[in-house]
């Protein structure tokens, strides 16, 4: 309908710089897990979800030194394994004994679109059709639009138009967006936030074990963070629970292993699980 406006007015003498901000959806590939079964093979739906984002993402697996130049080494599938359906679902995750199960006995896998990005206003959804004008009077040019909407588009029940100027416009669309995100935030559990930026903390500690010259106060400053949090909040950071106490034991040991190797330093808090 937006296009079929900007094409009916597009001519109008005086009329410029004509657009509008629809977004179609982009096509996207759905992985839903069932987690029954993953429960029934000892897998969690962050597992499960990390294996399929490393294999089409990738993820960093060491760093290429050439000269002064740093290179990081990303593992993933190669391009023709990640271009269908059919080759995503000869993936496979590992087990909590490393055996390997195929994703499609784990989860559904389908091709669909995404959703395109949404304007409201009033709580209703609208596409927004600007221009500028130049070389003509203002309420003149919007004199003709309003006479070509009128009688050349048939608008479809529940679908009306209106003219606004546009500083007005863009600070209703900007209040109304800051709505709709504090409203999507507020649909994601809290622990699924939390074991985000929890995951975010142990990449910091292991930035700075991994340093050619390893910042051990740094690390243990976030390990013992990523311990506040882990064990702090024990019980209450959902399905990636197990994957983070996983982290947590590996920074810890990734420290002890460090400071061995550069001299005495403070350990982070001990764990109880070592």
Do not use: C
């Amino acid at each position: 309908l937006a296009a079929a406006v900007r094409k009916e007015i597009r001519d109008i003498a005086g009329l410029v710089d004509l657009k509008d901000n629809f977004v179609k959806g982009k096509p996207e590939i759905r992985v839903r897990v069932d987690k029954e079964k993953a429960a029934l093979m000892g897998l969690d739906t962050y597992t499960i979800a990390y294996t399929v984002k490393a294999a089409i993402n990738g993820v960093k697996a060491g760093v290429y030194r050439e000269g002064k130049d740093e290179y990081d080494i990303i593992a993933r599938l190669p391009q023709r394994d990640r271009r269908s359906i059919e080759n995503l679902k000869r993936i496979t995750v590992s087990g909590p004994r490393g055996d390997p199960i195929p994703l499609t006995s784990l989860a559904g896998i389908s091709l669909g679109s995404g959703i395109g990005a949404i304007m409201r206003l009033d709580q209703k959804r609208v596409v927004t059709i600007s221009g500028d004008v130049y070389g003509r009077l203002a309420n003149d040019v919007i004199k003709e639009i309003d006479v070509r909407l009128q009688k050349n588009i048939t608008w479809p029940r529940g679908y009306v138009y209106r003219f606004s100027g546009e500083q007005e416009e863009q600070a209703k669309a900007m209040a109304h967006e800051l709505a709709e995100a504090r409203s999507r935030l507020l649909e994601t559990e809290v622990g699924t936030v939390l074991a985000n930026h929890a995951l975010g903390i142990y990449e910091l500690a292991a930035i700075h074990l991994t340093a050619d010259e390893p910042n051990l106060p740094e690390a243990q400053l976030a390990i013992d963070g990523l311990a506040a949090m882990v064990e702090g909040l024990e019980g209450r950071l959902g399905d990636g629970e197990p994957t983070l106490r996983d982290a947590l034991h590996q920074a810890r040991m990734a420290f002890v292993q460090r400071s061995s190797q550069t001299g005495p330093a403070t350990e982070p808090a001990t764990d109880p699980a070592g």
